[in-house]
Nanobody, 122 residues
Framework: QVQLVESGGGLVQPGGSLRLSCAAS????????MGWYRQAPGKQRELVAA???????NYADSVKGRFTISRDNAKNTVYLQMNSLKPEDTAVYYC????????????????WGQGTQVTVSS
């Protein structure tokens, strides 16, 4: 079984910072791309940021310049540093990873974390 476990959410004032972490555990061969999505009440889940196994990154326009995604391949962990937070960043943040289970697998499978709440409010 593969699990993604997130941590680091919480309540923060506008302009503040939070750092989310997501660690993958279980039996697998490799982790390909990893990313963070978010879903606000009444809205669709949207991509926030993604990072490839080689370190290339992609960000939603709404978070460019404020959020930074990174990963530690030795720890099978992806991070999301969120600075200059705004009330509109309030959402449940989900970790996502494309994971290849065995060396014989033809392609990876999609895994999701359980979600962590981020609330930006004064």
């Amino acid at each position: 079984q593969v699990q993604l476990v997130e941590s680091g959410g919480g309540l923060v004032q506008p302009g503040g910072s939070l750092r989310l972490s997501c660690a993958a555990s279980g039996s697998f061969f490799s982790i390909n791309a990893m990313g963070w999505y978010r879903q606000a009440p009444g809205k669709q889940r949207e991509l926030v940021a993604a990072i490839t196994s080689g370190g290339s990154t992609n960000y939603a326009d709404s978070v460019k310049g404020r959020f930074t995604i990174s990963r530690d391949n030795a720890k099978n962990t992806v991070y999301l540093q969120m600075n200059s937070l705004k009330p509109e960043d309030t959402a449940v943040y989900y970790c996502n990873a494309d994971i290849t289970r065995t060396k014989w697998s033809l392609k990876g499978s999609d895994y999701w974390g359980q979600g962590t709440q981020v609330t930006v409010s004064s």
